[in-house]
């Protein structure tokens, strides 16, 4: 079992920089994939990245290609999202979560996870 804690989130002007982190805990934490989403409120939740066990494969919404880069560090248990020139529109809280999957379709569902953290707020001021 793995259980996950986002920390990193805040508030941050337009154009500005956050890095979320995701520390897991448990031995088995390199053997799955993780996945970041965000849900702003009244919306769904939506993929934003996703990287694969060995940390190879990275895919990205369209909405943040370009402007997020997602990472992971084994050794300290850990997934990284990066976020560059943030908007507005990425105000949400974002989650991170582990799954099992490998292929690029299922990362992108959340229906594909079965842990995640309690989540942690970005707000980002216009």
């Known amino acids: 079992q793995v259980q996950l804690a986002e920390s990193g989130g805040g508030l941050v002007q337009a154009g500005g920089s956050l890095r979320l982190s995701c520390a897991a805990s448990?031995?088995?934490?390199?053997?799955?994939?993780m996945g970041w989403f965000r849900q702003a409120p009244g919306k769904e939740r939506e993929f934003v990245a996703a990287?694969?066990?060995?940390?190879?494969?990275?895919y990205y919404a369209d909405s943040v290609k370009g402007r997020f880069t997602i990472s992971r560090d084994n050794a300290k248990n850990t997934v990284y999202l990066q976020m560059n020139s943030l908007k507005p529109e990425d105000t949400a809280i974002y989650y991170c979560a582990g799954t099992l999957y490998v292929d690029s379709i299922r990362l992108s569902r959340s229906t594909s996870y079965d842990y995640w953290g309690q989540g942690t707020q970005v707000t980002v001021s216009s």
């Open positions: 990287i694969t066990w060995s940390g190879v494969g990275t």
């Open positions: 448990g031995r088995t934490f390199s053997r799955y994939a």
